[in-house]
């Protein structure tokens, strides 16, 4: 019962924060009398950015590409595209009136002032895009592995179809990880709901910091068996076994790590695990989740959003809250990867930012004991 209800508070502190915007945002919409000439369109339409692309043969397309059209001059009115500019008569009258009338534009003649450098991310956020139904693949309990998105440090399950519900799926680190936090890897094979896989040790990833490893989550290695059940992508239950203990290297770490009544986590015996998700679309995202979880007999309470979208700013955001463990003191890990930092395919593949574990530290004070960068690579389509 306090889970459900730790559940329900974040729930609606997460739902309040997103809506305390709205009003702003509908001031923004309404206040735009006159015809913008000279804007950004926001990457909130997946379908029609790949329809502008595939018009001037850009392969392949991608949905949330920096679009700036400058319709200011009536001789000279352009498209630019990433970078490179085309000619607004490059497209077909149809596509050409969904430019011109596309809802979501960030002016690009707006006057800069000290205040708007502040406001202007809040009244940028569109009240129609805070909160979206999920794709289909989202909430099928045998396609939701499909995953393009691979991240270096915890987080989702990168998977990859065979034939629709048959594929795999890899991870590094937990799904509910931080950065330096663990060696754990894992492989997946699913069909029709259902996964079998392995995990091991990758010692590289823990090696790397050199203090405050009080806090980590060590293992050897054992298998996994899990199953989504089929009413909608909303609870999965898994049953995890090691079957091997950390190495002597690593119980050496584990106990240099140990201070007083800190002492990190390992993997011994069997665990059964459940997730409890939501799965959602907001600002634009291509997926997003508010999820509930046992896992490791350790309680997580957390968000994560791929490819959000703020005033013209794409980025990943992922929050875990570590609620309750054993042996673990409880955490908050923040990932924030922001994209289009590369050039090229990269522009959309690439997502690169800071990641943060917030927890008592070695000199019990509160703080952060791990902070590196993240880095997540989109390696398919999630069209």
Same mark, same amino acid.
């Given at each position: 019962m306090?889970?459900?209800k730790s559940?329900y508070k974040?729930a609606l502190?997460?739902? $309040?924060v @997103?809506?305390?915007?709205?009003p702003?945002a509908s001031?923004?919409? %309404? ?7 000279y804007?950004?369109m926001e990457?909130?339409?997946?379908s029609?950015f790949?329809?502008i692309?595939?018009?001037v043969?850009i392969d392949p397309?991608d ?5 700036i059209?400058d319709?200011?001059d ?10 490179n ?8 009258p149809?596509t #050409?009136a969904?430019?011109?009338t596309?809802p ?6 707006d %006057?800069?002032?000290l ?7 809040i009244s940028?956020?569109k ?6 139904p999920?794709r ?6 045998n396609?939701?592995y ?5 991240q270096i440090?915890?987080?989702?399950r ?5 034939k629709?519900?048959?594929?795999f799926?890899?991870?590094?680190? +937990?799904?509910?990880?931080?950065v330096?936090e663990?060696?754990?890897v894992?492989?997946n ?12 040790n990758?010692?590289?990833f823990?090696?790397?910091?050199q203090?405050?490893n009080?806090n980590n989550?060590?293992l050897g290695?054992?298998y996994?068996?899990g199953?989504v059940?089929?009413?909608?992508n $909303?609870?999965?239950i898994s ?5 091997? %203990? =950390?190495?002597p290297?690593q119980?050496t770490a584990i106990?240099?790590?140990?201070n007083?009544?800190?002492? =990190?986590?390992i993997?011994k015996?069997?665990y059964l695990?459940w997730?409890?998700?939501f799965?959602?679309?907001t600002?634009?995202?291509? #997926?997003?989740?508010?999820y ?8 997580h309470?957390?968000f ?6 703020i005033a013209?700013? +794409?980025?990943d955001f992922? $929050?875990d809250? @570590?609620?309750?463990s054993?042996d673990?003191?409880p955490?908050?890990?923040? %990932?924030?990867l922001i994209q289009k930092?590369?050039?090229s395919?990269a522009s ?9 574990i917030?927890?008592?530290m070695?000199?019990r004070?509160f703080g952060?004991?791990?902070?590196f ?9 999630s069209l």
């Open positions: 306090l889970i459900v559940f974040f502190f997460f739902t $309040f @997103l809506f305390l915007a709205a702003c001031f923004a919409q %309404d206040k735009d009398e006159e015809p913008i000439t804007f950004q990457p909130l339409n997946d029609l790949v329809k692309q595939e018009e043969f397309p949905p949330k590409a920096e679009i059209v319709l200011r009536p001789n000279n009115q352009t498209v630019t595209i990433k970078g500019l085309y000619p607004f008569l490059s497209f077909t149809e #050409r969904l430019i011109t596309y979501f534009k960030i002016n690009l003649i %006057d800069i002032n205040t708007s450098v502040f406001t202007k991310v940028s956020i009240l129609k895009k805070i909160i979206e999920p289909r693949q989202q909430i099928s309990s396609l939701y499909i995953n393009p998105y691979l440090f915890g987080g989702e990168f998977g990859f179809p065979i629709q519900d048959v594929g799926s890899i991870g590094l680190g +937990t799904p509910y990880s931080g330096l663990t060696g754990f894992e492989a094979f699913h069909i029709l709901g259902f996964r079998l896989g392995g995990f091991g990758v010692s590289a823990t090696e790397i910091k203090t405050n009080h989550l060590y290695a054992g996994e068996l199953y059940i089929p009413l909608g $909303f609870f999965e049953y995890l076994s090691s079957l091997k %203990d =950390p190495s290297a119980m106990e240099s790590a140990q007083g009544d800190y002492k =990190p986590m993997i015996g069997n695990n997730e409890f998700r799965p959602f679309r600002m634009g995202s291509t #997926r997003s989740k508010l509930l979880a046992r896992y490791l007999d350790e309680t309470i957390g994560s959003g791929r490819e959000l979208t013209g700013s +794409t980025f992922r $929050f809250a @570590l609620t309750s054993p673990r003191n955490q908050y890990i923040f %990932d924030i930092i590369a050039d395919w959309s593949a690439v997502s690169l930012g800071p990641s943060v917030l927890t008592k070695e000199n004070k952060a004991t791990s902070f960068f993240n880095l997540r690579l989109k390696l398919g389509t």
